[in-house]
C-alpha cells in the first residue's frame, strides 16, 4: 500500500487547506486512514482517523469543529478539509493507513499504523 499526500501550503490565519491522502496499491480489504502531524521540535501528534468501511471519523480535541475528514470511494482518497487554521496548526501532516481488522489499543497512538506517507507542509501564518 503507498501513500500519496498532498495539498499543504502557506495561509494566513483563519484560512483553509484541504488535504488529500491517495491510496494505491493493494488496497483490497479496508482501512482505518488517519492524520498525523508534527511540528518542529514537538512530537508527532494524532489530528483524526476515519473508518473506511463506516464512514465514521474522529477528532483530536484542538482540531474538533475546525477540521473534517472524508473518503472518496471511487478516488481511494482521504481528504483533511482545515478551516479557521491557527498558527499553532504548523507542521507536517503525514497520513497512516492499517487494516481495520486488525484489533488495537487505540487509533490515535501512531503507533498502530502500519503504512504511513511523506509529509505535507502546512504553514498557518499570524
Known amino acids: 500500500v503507498q501513500l500519496q499526500a498532498s495539498g499543504g501550503g502557506l495561509v494566513q490565519a483563519g484560512g483553509s487547506l484541504r488535504l488529500s491522502c491517495a491510496v494505491s496499491?493493494?488496497?483490497?480489504?479496508?482501512?482505518?486512514m488517519a492524520w498525523f502531524r508534527q511540528a518542529p521540535g514537538k512530537e508527532r501528534e494524532f489530528v483524526a482517523f476515519i473508518r473506511w468501511s463506516a464512514g465514521t471519523t474522529y477528532y483530536a480535541e484542538s482540531v474538533k469543529g475546525r477540521f473534517t475528514m472524508s473518503r472518496d470511494n471511487a478516488k481511494n482518497t482521504v481528504y483533511l478539509q482545515m478551516d479557521s487554521l491557527k498558527p499553532e496548526d504548523t507542521a507536517v501532516y503525514y497520513c497512516?493507513?492499517?487494516?481495520?481488522?486488525?484489533?488495537?489499543?487505540?487509533?490515535?497512538?501512531?503507533?498502530?499504523?502500519?503504512?504511513w506517507g511523506q509529509g505535507t507542509l502546512v504553514t498557518v501564518s499570524s
Open positions: 497512516a493507513a492499517d487494516p481495520e481488522r486488525r484489533t488495537v489499543v487505540s487509533r490515535t497512538s501512531s503507533r498502530n499504523y502500519y503504512y
Open positions: 496499491g493493494r488496497t483490497f480489504g479496508t482501512y482505518t
